[in-house]
């Protein structure tokens, strides 16, 4: 019998194939592992007030995975024994090898206690995320939070008592009503417009808006008090109010090579990017910064003092009426027409320099440069009531002041859009431009506003 003979040089090398090998696939169930076994939770996180549900609640949902990618998402509303899914989605995996899915997810989550059969009282926002890892026994990882809510679906009671009989396009008016219950803001919705409202000074409950109504306003679409409350709950008790008409009114200036040569470089600020001639530029400045400049008035309106500043009818400075409220102005050059603007004010001039005084009692909210405007002063008046004087040559006061009717503010000018030395003026009520004829008019006021406060 012959011994079986062996090669005893090729046993290292075999031993150090198998020693390679073995560190080859410990190495694939090492990257395996932490690749399919990874142990990183998903993360969860929900934008806005969370806690209060009102009669409709939605949330703006996101949650991410960055590592083995999001597998399944389930958001439940839990009260008492009652249990009811809001939302569930499910996430495939795009790649097997490497293990790749669904990073993140953003979207809507809507909580309807009345569809969902809750009452009014504590319950849970309950979200689920599980991701593709293979860990704790291939179920993946889980993140679970739970956010306690208050239902509350009864909204604030609200009542009007009285308001204005008759409103006209471009004027203004007030109504009184009680408000009920927890309230965030109060206030009348006049066509789409939110008018806030203020406590009546001495009546628990009571409250008052000033509303205006836009000069090209054809009818009353929408007339209602308001209240909303921290669940977004809104009362509302809608009335009516009698519309009356007014004529346009038109008119026609006449831009000269003169008038573009003087005012242009004025505006050189505003002009940095603009190229053209001078009428281009005018037509940029006319339409562009005109409306620029009237949303920076209607933001510096949007806060108002609670407390009623003004007494009695609003002074009038004396001088000529230049122009109406509401003129529909054409412009013409070389006698050809080139634009068209409404003037949201009344030109009163007198002599070179006048001087300009409050119209009411009133707290400065803005003194400066203003574009087409010039050289404006805003007074806030209380209860929404504002005042604005334009294209003064000066002024002797300063935003935050308090100044009182008759007091100067300064004096008339032309800095702005203005050909002659003149006060622009303005009433607005909430950063809605008015008519301020009804302010100047004694009968008016009593009537039509101080009758309601009483």
């Known amino acids: 019998m012959r011994r079986r003979r062996y090669n005893k040089k090729s046993l290292p090398g075999k031993k150090f194939i198998l020693v390679i090998g073995i560190v080859i696939v410990l190495a694939v169930l090492v990257v395996a592992f932490f690749l399919y076994f990874e142990r990183e939770r998903p993360t969860v996180s929900i934008d806005g007030n969370v806690d209060l549900v009102g009669l409709q609640k939605k949330y703006r949902l996101a ?32 790649e097997t090898f490497p293990p790749e899915g669904t990073e993140t997810w953003e979207g809507t989550v809507t909580v309807d206690p009345r569809k969902l059969g809750l009452k009014d009282g504590p319950a849970e926002l309950m979200v689920r995320v599980r991701d593709h890892s293979m860990w704790s026994f291939f179920r993946g990882n889980l993140t679970q939070k739970v956010y306690p809510l208050t239902i509350d679906t009864d909204p604030p009671k609200v009542s009007r008592m009285s308001s204005s009989r008759y409103i006209k396009p471009g004027g203004s008016g007030i109504v009184v009503y009680t408000v009920k219950g927890e309230f965030l803001e109060h206030g009348v919705r006049l066509n789409g417009f939110f008018h806030p409202g203020s406590p009546m000074p001495g009546r628990q409950g009571q409250y008052v808006a000033m509303i205006g109504l836009p000069y090209d306003a054809v009818n009353i679409e929408e007339l209602r008090v308001e209240a909303r409350d921290g669940a977004g709950n809104v009362g509302k008790a809608r009335f009516g109010i009698v519309l009356k008409k007014v004529a346009e009114k038109h008119d026609r200036i006449t831009i000269p090579d003169s008038f573009l040569d003087w005012k242009i470089p004025e505006f050189s600020p505003y002009l940095e990017e603009v190229g053209g001639d001078n009428l281009e530029k005018f037509l940029y400045i006319n339409e562009t910064v005109r409306q620029d400049n009237n949303r920076r008035i209607k933001k510096i309106c949007d806060n108002h003092a609670d407390e009623r500043y003004w007494e009695g009818r609003f002074l009038r400075m004396a001088g000529k009426r230049m122009s109406r409220f509401a003129d529909q102005r054409t412009y013409l050059y070389d006698g050809e027409e080139m634009d068209n603007q409404v003037h949201l004010g009344i030109d009163l001039a007198s002599f070179r320099h006048a001087d300009v005084e409050a119209s009411n009692h009133g707290r400065i909210r803005f003194a400066d440069n203003l574009g087409i405007y010039g050289n404006t002063v805003i007074i806030d008046h209380g209860l929404g009531v504002f005042s604005l004087y334009s294209h003064l040559s000066n002024m002797v006061v300063n935003s935050g002041d308090f100044v009182k ?50």
């Open 405 to 454: 009717k008759g007091e100067k503010i300064g004096a008339t000018g032309t800095t702005g859009m203005a050909g002659g030395d003149h006060l622009h003026f303005s009433m607005l009520i909430n950063g809605i431009f008015v008519d301020p004829v009804e302010w100047w008019d004694e009968h008016w006021i009593e009537v039509s506003i101080l009758s309601y406060l009483r």
């Open 63 to 94: 949650v991410a995975d960055r590592e083995s990618g999001l597998k399944l998402l389930e958001v439940k509303v839990r009260q008492g024994d009652l249990q009811k899914e809001v939302r569930s989605k499910s996430f495939a995996r795009d």
